[in-house]
T-cell receptor
Framework: KQEVTQIPAALSVPEGENLVLNCSFTDSAIYNLQWFRQDPGKGLTSLLLIQSSQREQTSGRLNASLDKSSGRSTLYIAASQPGDSATYLCAGNTGNQFYFGTGTSLTVIP | GAVVSQHPSWVICKSGTSVKIECRSLDFQATTMFWYRQFPKQSLMLMATSNEGSKATYEQGVEKDKFLINHASLTLSTLTVTSAHPEDSSFYIC???????????FGPGTRLTVT
């Protein structure tokens, strides 16, 4: 069964810093990968989708990359802001099922 | 963009009763819908995958007789928690994908509290 690990589990940074969140899969045969944001008590907001033919996606200050050979993905957040504080989840599918990571709780300190 | 709704957004029920949660795709046909459960401070756990018109595929450890899933149309899937117990209290989230679409669209979630 696919297992997804996110490192670090929690991260606290001062405002303005660039940061990297990591996601790794035990089964590297990932079809596509999504990064989500979840605010406390709320549902998921999709941030970026890397489709099967792609290796990275960018949206504003966010950049996500996927290395299928190693089963690893990174989410890069540039110039972090207090509003970026949330839990970030990666999810990949190896067919028709999506598997979620354990999440990284990010706090950006003003 | 594709929108998925859930109803109700929160529900409180007494132990032993059953609760139905609806998941609707509002502007696209959802060939596949997924149901997830999230306990506090934990990530989402996939419960089951359902394709329109066929039986749901449940993840290991999820009781199919307790969590009844029906995907009767291309825009509606329902999750019924039967004989709910306090340990079933959780945040239930559905998602949907359309045919040929790689992206998964999530509903806003339903918070279930069983007293």
């Amino acid at each position: 069964k696919q297992e997804v690990t996110q490192i670090p589990a929690a991260l606290s940074v001062p405002e303005g810093e660039n940061l990297v969140l990591n996601c790794s899969f035990t089964d590297s045969a990932i079809y596509n990968l999504q990064w989500f944001r979840q605010d406390p008590g709320k549902g998921l907001t999709s941030l970026l989708l890397i489709q099967s033919s792609q290796r990275e996606q960018t949206s504003g200050r966010l950049n996500a990359s996927l290395d299928k050979s190693s089963g690893r993905s990174t989410l890069y957040i540039a110039a972090s802001q207090p509003g970026d504080s949330a839990t970030y989840l990666c999810a990949g599918n190896t067919g028709n099922q999506f598997y979620f990571g354990t999440g990284t709780s990010l706090t950006v300190i003003p | 963009g594709a929108v998925v709704s859930q109803h109700p957004s929160w529900v409180i029920c007494k132990s032993g009763t059953s609760v139905k949660i609806e998941c609707r795709s509002l502007d696209f046909q959802a060939t596949t819908m997924f149901w997830y459960r999230q306990f506090p401070k934990q990530s989402l756990m996939l419960m089951a995958t359902s394709n329109e018109g066929s039986k749901a595929t449940y993840e290991q450890g999820v009781e199919k007789d307790k969590f009844l899933i029906n995907h009767a149309s291309l825009t509606l899937s329902t999750l019924t928690v039967t004989s709910a117990h306090p340990e079933d209290s959780s945040f239930y989230i559905c998602s949907a994908t359309g045919q040929g679409d790689d992206e998964q669209y999530f509903g806003p979630g339903t918070r279930l509290t069983v007293t």
